[in-house]
């Protein structure tokens, strides 16, 4: 059966649910020697989200988003069923921004009943979110992969917040010999620092005011490192301080290698802190770039 690529007027979105539809109007791009990158996300878009698709506007010709709320990211005992679900606003402001195609595929398009199999990466994917998420970065790896695999992107973007999250895709790209680059975008945040999440809706307005302590935390913890301090004096304190404020319990705050995620006694590599912690029924994370210490 032979397909065309959908006749679309310049600033219409053309919307696909199913692999083959995709696959079909990325191919006719790549005819036209357009480049492709692709934005993979879970919905209940924010400004970060927007951020991601302004820098894959940059990267290449046409831009793809995805919106597919991953159930093999989620244990059985998370917030799957009542993650927030919007997709006519989500596929307007998609729209709006310029994104060219969005994929929108159901759990049965990316799992048939028959799916068998697992990605797992080793390393980066073990410790920080991993211990009270045992399985969610194998069930990112995978999702990504199929994505990666389906849209046959030249550019991928995701966003530094979930920096484990981008670690593990990169390893799982270098692993795999995937041909895509991986873009990390700076975590885009609200005006009193916090970090803008689709969970942050699950927030009280009591613990509102008190969830972008967070990364106020992080900055001074960030900035002691930079100075040369030893993590080690100062993680307690960074603990007591998140307790002190208001969040219920710390999952982790920890000083890693930037890149391979290693730990770290002290600011001697280019490092990242990473910090989880619970406010509510919310877990919010977090993290920033830490330089080597002067
Ligand atoms: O960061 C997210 O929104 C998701 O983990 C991702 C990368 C889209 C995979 O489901």
Redesign the pocket.
Known sequence: MTQTVPVLKPDSMAVHTTIAELRHHVSGWRRQGSTVALV???GALHDGHLALIRQAKKCADRVVA?I?V?PT?FSVHEDLAAYPRREAEDTAVLAKAGVDALFLPSVTEMYPPDFATSVRVTGVSDGLCATARPDHFAG?AL??TKLLLQALPDFAL??EK?YQ?LQVIRRLVRDLDIPVTVVGVPTVRETDGLAMSSRNAYLTSAERQIAPDLHRILDHVAARLAEGALFAELSDAATSHLLGVGFQSVDYIEFRDADDLTPLDRASRPGRLLAAARLGRTRLIDNVPVPIAR
């Open positions: 993979p996300t879970m995805s597919f991953n990211q990112v999702v990504v995701f966003g979930d999250q």
